[in-house]
């Protein structure tokens, strides 16, 4: 599997789970301006749907944009300098250049035809203004849809309000009285909207003046009660609230109908709701119970409590019952609440250790069987390390904390390539005063590294000098590993040998206990192939392979098959070269790491022209040059390694025509990582991306449908689906009915063929 682009151009928009509703006018509308100017701000209180609205509008753009259509949610983002880095990532663009990240950005979108649509800007408005302005100068071929609760106030912005659905209760369906009925059916199975209820649901909506989460929220309730208990009910709740009819504030009749729903839960369910708005985003059980356990919610029973909240809509439940999340609005409730109950500091505190402690769990693992899968972990926490960082770094009395946790995640950050974000936290860092002198130098170590790999070698010196002179061994001999990588991209290989064998010396010694320092022994071998002493070099790595086999350490695994697919090339040993450089690709994709990927795709080239394979072997070399060009070639590798590059463009240059050649490259210069790495492997465009004949048919399921026929697939009872989902058996055994009457089945062996037909079709998933 691959966190990579599937295919160029396709972005990454959602599918919609559930029917889209009314909205013509304002997409008609939206449509027209999206024509005429660059930039749309859709605006509105919160639930009123911007981001519903946004992701239709952009899937029937989809087809007017040749670069694709990109999604960015920043509702979990809270550092606006992080926002440039948080749309790269969006964009499945490497954090590995130097330099302004918005810069970066604007280089790569200069010559895109892309709509960009950043999703819930209100807490980072001014940002989002800058980065907008910033990137329609510097690519006129973009469009930009925000969603707000306030305009970026933008020169050319143009602002659509969004307003609740209408409810007018005269002839005809209300958009308002039409989305409670869609939602009804599906919560309360047997429920139609008919002449004898019309009325109540018609008052029902206009009492939650026809705001979409409101009305959801308000189906949700069906499942326990009717719809005159519960038009009774919010009649009840908002006199009691003292919501004015003419409802003056809309946020206010959100507000109470949210608050009705909190007053509906149980105590404990009203405090685990308070205590998991601590979490930025998504979050899985085992943080749940660490984090929001005890007092009213004992930590044995919070799993009972979070699958009550799940029933009642509160949490969503995802990715096949492994991950928790809430609306936007939904936590930011609950937030007052925990504000209320004073629990706010303690609760940060034990986020933050929940999330240390997984760090330094991924960190103890970093040389073992088990690194991939925890760096892939780490991956999936971003967002709460984040938090936990801040947190930290913030706050005076745990500043401490926050230096050892910025440590600990030095091998994460560097075995993902996320340079940006590992910069910023390591600047962060070196400003508390209060570091003892090993902590600092060590910050300083791990700030020079990140800075040597954007090519930044100015700024590390002096770090690496500081760490050298800091009495520690192991620190030293880190510090020595950087220098060489200063010297070997500068095209000092003499230098970079010498550093890299004393690193080398005092590792073997004191011993290699993390993934940076078992990266000496591809980098010797590289330098040493760099030199001319091919023998050498293949010595060196193969050691390094042997070690990676011994452990089953992934990471400096696959560069240490680089080296070992490099000196076999250059040795003639053709064929030990592409199984090694293969392998070394299988392990990048996984990791994403588009560095690796590019230095294995580099070397696969010349084995394309030596299997006669000329014009495949131009398409890499114009892949891989706009990947160089994205990475920031100048910094990587040196120049001794560009000028080895440079022999494969030669090489195909004396066995194809000019203007065939600049043809096959330019296509190249087109693909997706992806599509590139099928292209090396030897495969069709449709392996690395299924094409429109390959896809399934339109998907009738609802998400949580398709998550119980994933387990029907699995062979899984209706009880022990109930268990995995933590959701009531009688509401499986509900979904199931349903799944069986949609897809016209009449067997859970038909669900489970249909499923893995589905899967197959929709191919590997990011």
């Known amino acids: 599997m691959t966190v990579l682009a599937e295919k160029a151009g396709a972005g990454n928009l959602p599918a919609e789970v559930t029917k889209f509703i009314g909205r013509r006018r304002e997409l008609a509308e939206a449509k027209q301006v999206l024509a005429r100017t660059r930039l749309l701000t859709l605006t509105g209180v919160g639930g009123v749907g911007k981001t519903r609205l946004a992701v239709r509008l952009a899937t029937d753009l989809r087809r007017s944009f040749a670069d694709g259509v990109w999604l960015v949610e920043l509702s979990a983002l809270h550092e606006p300098e992080l926002l440039p880095r948080t749309v790269a990532d969006a964009l499945q663009?490497?954090?590995?250049?130097?330099?302004?990240?918005?810069?970066?950005?604007?280089?790569?979108?200069?010559?895109?035809?892309?709509?960009?649509?950043?999703?819930?800007?209100?807490?980072?408005?001014?940002?989002?203004?800058?980065?907008?302005?910033?990137?329609?100068?510097?690519?006129?071929?973009?469009?930009?849809?925000?969603?707000?609760?306030?305009?970026?106030?933008?020169?050319?912005?143009?602002?659509?309000?969004?307003?609740?659905?209408?409810?007018?209760?005269?002839?005809?369906?209300?958009?308002?009285?039409?989305?409670?009925?869609?939602?009804?059916?599906?919560?309360?199975?047997?429920?139609?909207?008919?002449?004898?209820?019309?009325?109540?649901?018609?008052?029902?909506?206009?009492?939650?003046?026809?705001?979409?989460?409101?009305?959801?929220?308000?189906?949700?309730?069906?499942?326990?009660?009717?719809?005159?208990?519960?038009?009774?009910?919010?009649?009840?709740?908002?006199?009691?609230?003292?919501?004015?009819?003419?409802?003056?504030?809309?946020?206010?009749?959100?507000?109470?109908?949210?608050?009705?729903?909190?007053?509906?839960?149980?105590?404990?369910?009203?405090?685990?709701?308070?205590?998991?708005?601590?979490?930025?985003?998504?979050?899985?059980?085992?943080?749940?119970?660490?984090?929001?356990?005890?007092?009213?919610?004992?930590?044995?029973?919070?799993?009972?409590?979070?699958?009550?909240?799940?029933?009642?809509?509160?949490?969503?439940?995802?990715?096949?019952?492994?991950?928790?999340?809430?609306?936007?609005?939904?936590?930011?409730?609950?937030?007052?609440?925990?504000?209320?109950?004073?629990?706010?500091p303690a609760l940060r505190r034990l986020h933050r250790d929940h999330y240390l402690d997984l760090a330094v769990q991924a960190r103890n693992a970093a040389l073992g069987a088990d690194q991939l899968g925890w760096l892939i972990r780490l991956r999936d926490e971003n967002a709460n390390l984040r938090v936990a960082?801040?947190?930290?770094?913030?706050?005076?009395?745990?500043?401490?904390?926050?230096?050892?946790?910025?440590?600990?995640?030095?091998?994460?950050?560097?075995?993902?390539?996320?340079?940006?974000?590992?910069?910023?936290?390591?600047?962060?860092?070196?400003?508390?005063?209060?570091?003892?002198?090993?902590?600092?130098?060590?910050?300083?170590?791990?700030?020079?590294?990140?800075?040597?790999?954007?090519?930044?070698?100015?700024?590390?010196?002096?770090?690496?000098?500081?760490?050298?002179?800091?009495?520690?061994?192991?620190?030293?001999?880190?510090?020595?590993?950087?220098?060489?990588?200063?010297?070997?991209?500068?095209?000092?290989?003499?230098?970079?040998?010498?550093?890299?064998?004393?690193?080398?010396?005092?590792?073997?010694?004191?011993?290699?206990?993390?993934?940076?320092?078992?990266?000496?022994?591809?980098?010797?071998?590289?330098?040493?192939?760099l030199q001319g002493l091919e023998d050498e070099a293949l010595a060196v790595a193969q050691e390094t392979v042997r070690g990676g086999e011994e452990t089953g350490e992934c990471w400096n695994h696959s560069f240490a098959l680089y080296a070992r697919g490099a000196a076999h090339w250059w040795l003639g040993e053709h064929d030990k070269a592409v199984q090694d450089l293969l392998a070394c690709l299988r392990i990048k994709e996984s990791l994403g790491d588009q560095l690796g990927i590019t230095l294995a795709l580099d070397l696969l080239t010349p084995a394309s022209v030596v299997g006669g394979e000329n014009e495949r072997a131009a398409m890499l070399l114009g892949a891989t040059d706009t990947m160089w060009r994205t990475l920031g070639a100048s910094g990587q590798y040196g120049p001794h390694y560009m000028q080895r590059r440079a022999t494969s463009e030669r090489a195909v240059l004396r066995r194809l025509p000019r203007r065939p050649f600049e043809d096959a490259k330019r296509r190249g210069a087109g693909l997706s990582v992806a599509e590139a790495i099928a292209l090396a492997r030897g495969e069709t465009a449709s392996d690395a991306a299924p094409g429109a004949a390959d896809a399934p048919a339109a998907d009738p399921l609802t998400v949580r449908e398709r998550q119980v026929a994933a387990l029907v697939a699995e062979g899984l009872s209706n009880r022990e689906i109930a268990e995995r989902l933590i959701i009531a058996k009688r509401t499986v055994d509900s979904h199931v009915e349903h799944i069986l009457a949609k897809l016209g089945f009449n067997s859970r062996t038909q669900i489970a063929t249909w499923n893995e037909r589905r899967d197959r079709a929709a191919g590997p998933r990011a």
């Open 93 to 344: 663009l490497p954090g590995q250049t130097a330099g302004a990240p918005l810069d970066r950005l604007s280089d790569h979108l200069a010559d895109k035809r892309l709509l960009l649509l950043l999703d819930t800007c209100e807490h980072l408005v001014d940002g989002c203004a800058l980065l907008s302005e910033v990137l329609l100068r510097a690519a006129p071929g973009l469009r930009i849809l925000t969603t707000s609760r306030e305009p970026l106030d933008v020169m050319g912005e143009h602002n659509l309000m969004i307003q609740p659905l209408p409810v007018s209760g005269g002839p005809g369906e209300d958009d308002a009285v039409a989305l409670f009925a869609d939602r009804a059916e599906a919560m309360a199975p047997g429920f139609a909207l008919s002449g004898d209820n019309r009325d109540t649901v018609t008052r029902l909506c206009r009492r939650l003046d026809g705001i979409p989460l409101a009305i959801e929220l308000a189906a949700v309730r069906l499942r326990t009660m009717s719809v005159e208990q519960l038009e009774a009910r919010i009649d009840d709740r908002f006199r009691l609230l003292g919501t004015s009819r003419a409802g003056r504030d809309r946020h206010r009749t959100l507000r109470a109908a949210i608050e009705w729903s909190h007053e509906l839960c149980t105590p404990d369910e009203q405090a685990l709701w308070a205590r998991l708005s601590v979490f930025p985003g998504d979050f899985d059980l085992t943080a749940a119970e660490g984090v929001c356990g005890g007092d009213e919610v004992a930590a044995d029973g919070l799993f009972e409590v979070l699958g009550r909240l799940v029933e009642k809509s509160i949490v969503l439940c995802e990715r096949d019952g492994r991950r928790y999340r809430m609306l936007d609005t939904i936590r930011e409730y609950g937030a007052e609440r925990l504000a209320e109950l004073g629990e706010g």
């Open 389 to 529: 960082l801040e947190y930290s770094l913030s706050s005076p009395d745990e500043e401490a904390t926050g230096l050892r946790l910025t440590i600990v995640l030095q091998h994460y950050w560097m075995c993902l390539g996320l340079f940006a974000e590992a910069r910023r936290w390591h600047e962060r860092a070196l400003g508390i005063a209060s570091a003892s002198p090993r902590d600092r130098a060590v910050v300083g170590y791990g700030a020079a590294m990140v800075a040597v790999q954007q090519g930044e070698p100015d700024y590390a010196r002096p770090l690496f000098a500081a760490a050298l002179e800091a009495g520690d061994d192991e620190l030293r001999a880190h510090a020595l590993h950087g220098q060489a990588l200063i010297a070997l991209f500068e095209g000092h290989l003499d230098e970079a040998r010498a550093h890299l064998e004393e690193a080398r010396a005092a590792f073997d010694e004191i011993g290699y206990n993390d993934p940076l320092a078992l990266l000496t022994g591809p980098h010797l071998s590289t330098v040493l192939l």
